[in-house]
């Protein structure tokens, strides 16, 4: 008899306790996603606002979609990219290539004038870097934008 008892409890509260396993590891890969994103985002604003300026413009050797390069005011060559699922992050002296995350399904650039809507077409008409970010985990997104106002014109 007692033996029917638990195992009609047990049946009972198996579902409550697998969709309790099944939430707790959402969000814990959710979390895990989003501290990617903050992480990954952060350091690279970081980066671009050390973008030199060498009297009548900005040190920047690529400005594409996918790619910004730049050298930085202490004369280090950094280069932001993806590829695949891996962001990175790659200086110059010391040669050096870290991953920011990996989990990207998307990382774009944008490049505007001082009036923030027009187009930048060349470094030395360029004020802001606009980074567009989506990290992709178990078929669900999360984008991040930000936009960064380049300094040090002295």
């Known amino acids: 008899m007692t033996i029917t008892i638990m195992g009609i409890m047990a049946a009972v509260s198996w579902p409550v306790m ?9 969000l814990s890969e959710t979390t895990e996603t989003l501290g990617k994103l903050r992480y990954a985002m952060e350091r690279i604003a970081r980066e671009v606002r050390e973008t030199d300026h060498n009297g009548s413009n900005f040190v ?15 004369g280090t060559a950094v280069t932001l ?3 695949g699922a891996n962001a ?6 010391p040669s050096v290539t870290s991953t920011l995350t990996d989990q990207v399904n998307s990382l774009a650039f944008a ?6 809507s ?15 970010l989506t ?20």
Do not use: C, H, W
């Open 60 to 74: 920047i050797g690529t400005m594409a979609v996918g790619t910004l390069s730049f050298t930085k005011r202490d």
């Open 88 to 93: 990175s992050l790659q200086y110059s002296s």
């Open 118 to 132: 027009t187009l930048a077409t060349s470094n030395s008409n360029i004020s802001f870097v606009q980074i567009s």
């Open 18 to 26: 697998d969709t309790s396993l099944r939430a707790y590891t959402e």
């Open 81 to 83: 990219t993806s590829s």
């Open 135 to 154: 990290l992709e985990e178990d078929g669900s997104t999360y984008p991040q934008r930000t936009r960064i106002a380049l300094r040090n014109t002295q």
């Open 111 to 116: 490049y505007y004038q001082s009036d923030g």
